[in-house]
């Protein structure tokens, strides 16, 4: 079971970007889905999260109003636009599926909560 993200480059400060995440091996409809990302020499820190229906998402604050998750279940893909980019943005960004959900409204700002995790895509935002 892999989920591979892509989409990330260099980007300048105030572009745009749309990540993509896709698994191999399984879906991930019935699984909350959660975006982190990893700044060199910094932790892993907390992206966003989107249900398993799509209905709720959550952000960590520093990206809220300017990153947007998705999700189509039918393409079992699931997407971060990230909108205004700033240099602090910069960072390899990965994507993780839950355990399947009971709840459709359930999300996670904790990486132990999830349990598949895939390669990161670089996101690099400068001049």
């Known amino acids: 079971v892999q989920l591979q993200a892509s989409g990330g480059g260099l980007v300048l400060p105030g572009g745009s970007l749309r990540l993509a995440c896709t698994p191999s091996g399984r879906t991930f409809s019935g699984s909350a889905m959660g975006w982190f990302r990893q700044a060199a020499g910094k932790e892993r820190e907390f992206v966003g999260s989107?249900?398993?229906?799509?209905?709720?998402?959550t952000y960590t604050e520093s990206v809220k109003g300017r990153f947007t998750i998705s999700r189509d279940n039918n393409k079992a893909t699931v997407y971060l636009q990230m909108n205004s980019l700033e240099a602090e943005d910069t960072a390899e960004y990965f994507c993780a599926a839950s355990k399947p959900s009971f709840s459709t409204l359930w999300t996670s700002r904790n990486a132990d909560d999830y349990t598949y995790w895939g390669q990161g895509t670089l996101v690099t935002v400068s001049s």
């Open positions: 989107i249900s398993r229906s799509g209905s709720r998402t």
